[in-house]
């Protein structure tokens, strides 16, 4: 009977030992960073990326028990087939368990579904689409950094407090321009400004001055700027010309980012007003982790988006730790939603239900050449929108996670 006992225990611990051990899908834990490496977006995620998801994993100690941590990467060139087949050949035959970055909300949402027929794990960083946390939501997806709504949230709430509370709109003409300019317009009303009007320009336009002849005319206290790229950067630069900025109207950038501001220069970004989630400057744990990342990109401070990247595969480690486990991805991320958030980049947060994480957002004045000093020291904070505030209501973004829960 001993002998019995002895074999059915010996049995019984094979039985939870064996697959614990095989928990770990290829006897690894793979992370791919999934990004525009050489394009238009290579410097505000790109290679930087890579290096913020290297720091998170040597962080975390390089390993998992014995099980190795990997970091791969994969350039998707802009193009959504190019990213979706990397992604598959990713999941089915390259043992990566979760994707994270993801520029490009066309690859991100196609990401996102990929992951979720896979079950595996997508942290997207670098995609601002309000989709993802609504009616694209999944349980296999976590949207990091940013959104559309947040932005116009952070921007047009803490600028109107401020005293900006007239508001005329330059307004690039496709959807990304159109959805922020109608989404900042009626933050603007709901803290009890007035939108004065807009106008539109088409993609890609050289010469701004009629558009910001009308918005100068306008009164309007505040330009609010719902462009993005050499589109932005042609109208600041114009602006400056105007004097616009000197003669007491505000310029709102509502997608800008600091390697925008790097690009624009001082002299004429001054005086602009944006939003963003994360300042390497913020306080003594963003510089510990701007350090570790300068160290590796030769004294380059990181984005949102790179620190997002830091954030959530940190994050995403310490699920898989907890569970013992990769293999189920809608485990991990139901635990990653379980477990509070924090980390030298972002501070403390929470995953919420619908996949979003909640985090302040911080609005700030780029400094003027004379203010600075120092070659990355381009902001001042000047307002705070609450984690709990910044992000559109659970019960209004249309996630069916949020009606199930």
């Not at 697959?19 to 995620?45: C, H, K, W």
């Not at 970055?101 to 942290?123: H, P, R, Y």
């Not at 558009?211 to 602006?239: E, H, P």
């Not at 105007?242 to 310029?251: A, D, H, P, S």
């Amino acid at each position: 009977m001993l002998r019995k006992l002895m074999v059915l225990a010996i049995g019984c611990t094979a039985l939870v030992a064996g697959p614990a051990r095989a928990e770990f899908t290829g006897g690894v834990v793979r992370i791919g960073v999934l990004n525009d490496q050489s394009g238009i977006y290579a410097d505000m995620s790109g290679p930087g990326s890579v290096a913020a998801a290297k720091i998170a994993v040597e962080e975390f100690g390089g390993k998992i028990g014995n099980t190795p941590i990997e970091v791969i990467f994969g350039d998707h060139q802009n193009k959504p087939d190019i990213g979706l087949n990397i992604a598959r050949q990713w999941l089915d035959v390259g043992n990566v368990d979760m994707i994270v970055d993801l520029t490009n909300s066309s690859i991100a949402l196609a990401a996102a579904g990929l992951v979720k027929e896979k079950n595996k794990v997508a942290v997207i960083t670098t995609s601002n689409s309000n989709r993802l946390t609504g009616d694209a939501c999944s349980p296999n997806h976590i949207q990091w950094v940013l959104d559309n709504y947040s932005l116009a949230k952070s921007t047009g709430s803490q600028v109107v407090k401020s005293g900006g509370d007239s508001w005329f709109f330059i307004t690039a003409d496709y959807a990304f321009g159109h959805d922020m300019e109608r989404e900042a317009g009626q933050v603007v009303k709901t803290a009890g400004g007035t939108v004065l009007g807009g106008v539109r320009h088409p993609l890609n336009t050289a010469d701004l001055s009629s558009f910001l002849m009308q918005a100068q005319g306008s009164g309007a206290k505040v330009i609010a700027l719902a462009n993005a790229g050499s589109d932005f950067t042609s109208t600041v630069k114009q602006a400056n010309e105007f004097g616009i900025v000197q003669k007491g109207q505000r310029l709102a950038g509502l997608a800008v980012y600091l390697t925008d501001v790097k690009s624009l220069g001082l002299e004429s970004g001054q005086g602009l007003y944006l939003s963003e989630p994360f300042y390497w400057d913020l306080d003594e744990n963003t510089r510990a982790f701007a350090k570790k990342f300068a160290a590796m990109r030769g004294g380059a401070m990181p984005t949102a988006y790179q620190a997002g990247v830091y954030s959530g595969t940190l994050h995403y480690l310490k699920a898989v730790a907890a569970l013992g486990s990769d293999a189920d991805g809608r485990a991990v991320v139901a635990k990653m939603k379980e477990l509070p958030t924090e980390d030298l980049a972002y501070g403390k947060g929470y995953v919420r239900i619908d996949g979003r994480k909640i985090h302040p957002m911080y609005l700030f004045r780029v400094k003027s050449p004379a203010e600075s000093k120092g070659p990355w020291d381009l902001y001042e904070k000047v307002g705070v929108t609450p984690g709990d505030q910044a992000f559109k209501p659970l019960a209004e973004g249309g996630c069916v996670l949020a009606r199930q829960n």
